[in-house]
């Protein structure tokens, strides 16, 4: 019952950059597909971008494909998305989350979560 935890967050201006980062832990960080979506004021939850265990296979939203990269490196439990050329509709809280399986992921029906992360993007 290992939850991820967001970090890396914060206030950028227009055409900045922020990484996040997720980490979970335990020993069996390898085995989970890791996602991150993201969720604005009075919107629905949005999926942003997955990754399968071994980093092979990523899946992106149309709106960020080319401005985010998600990656993973397992030897420190760490799941990373690169965020470049943010822009004010970027504002929200990013969410972690890991399953077993990438469809999972990717629908938002991931069964363990964190707490979120906030990304402003803002003049």
């Known amino acids: 019952q290992a939850h991820p935890e967001e970090s890396g967050g914060g206030l950028v201006q227009p055409g900045e950059s922020l990484r996040l980062s997720c980490t979970v832990s335990g020993r069996l960080f390898g085995s989970y597909v890791m996602g991150w979506f993201r969720q604005a004021p009075g919107k629905e939850r949005e999926f942003v971008a997955a990754i399968s265990q071994s980093g092979g296979r990523t899946s992106y939203e149309d709106s960020v494909k080319g401005r985010f990269t998600i990656s993973r490196d397992n030897a420190k439990n760490t799941m990373y998305l690169q965020m470049n050329s943010l822009k004010p509709e970027d504002t929200a809280v990013y969410y972690c989350?890991?399953?077993?399986?990438?469809?999972?992921?990717?629908?938002?029906?991931?069964?363990?979560w964190g707490q979120g992360t906030q990304v402003t993007v803002s003049s």
């Open positions: 989350s890991r399953d077993g399986s990438f469809e999972a992921v990717v629908a938002g029906t991931a069964y363990y």
